[in-house]
């Protein structure tokens, strides 16, 4: 089992910049994969970004590429989200997600992940 906790959103103005955390507990970190997904109000959850269990490698929807970094550190469990950029576009609530996988392997399809956090609202004020 997996606890995932991540951290407040917020409200933003466009351009501007914020960073998500999320928190895993129950497995040793280096041996789930993670990934951030996000919906928006009348829209399916949509994947954002995923990383592999070694942190070797990563990928992003097209629609953040070059504004969205996710990242992990290994002593803090923890996984971030950090968003530049931002638009209205972006408004959504934020999900970080975890499943069992070590190696290089990402995931993009929230159909493949096991664990879910609480989500957290992102807005981003025009």
């Known amino acids: 089992q997996v606890h995932l906790v991540e951290s407040e959103g917020g409200l933003v103005q466009a351009g501007g910049s914020l960073r998500l955390s999320c928190a895993a507990s129950?497995?040793?970190?280096?041996?789930?994969?993670m990934g951030w997904f996000r919906q928006a109000p009348g829209k399916e959850r949509e994947f954002v970004a995923a990383?592999?269990?070694?942190?070797?490698?990563?990928n992003y929807a097209d629609s953040v590429k070059g504004r969205f970094t996710i990242s992990r550190d290994g002593a803090k469990n923890t996984v971030y989200l950090q968003m530049n950029s931002l638009s209205p576009e972006d408004t959504a609530v934020y999900y970080c997600?975890?499943?069992?996988?070590?190696?290089?392997?990402?995931?993009?399809?929230?159909?493949?992940?096991?664990?879910w956090g609480q989500g957290t609202q992102v807005t981003v004020s025009s």
């Open positions: 129950g497995r040793t970190f280096s041996s789930i994969a």
């Open positions: 990383i592999s269990g070694s942190g070797g490698s990563s």
């Open positions: 997600a975890a499943r069992p996988s070590v190696g290089w392997r990402w995931y993009r399809d929230p159909y493949e992940y096991d664990y």
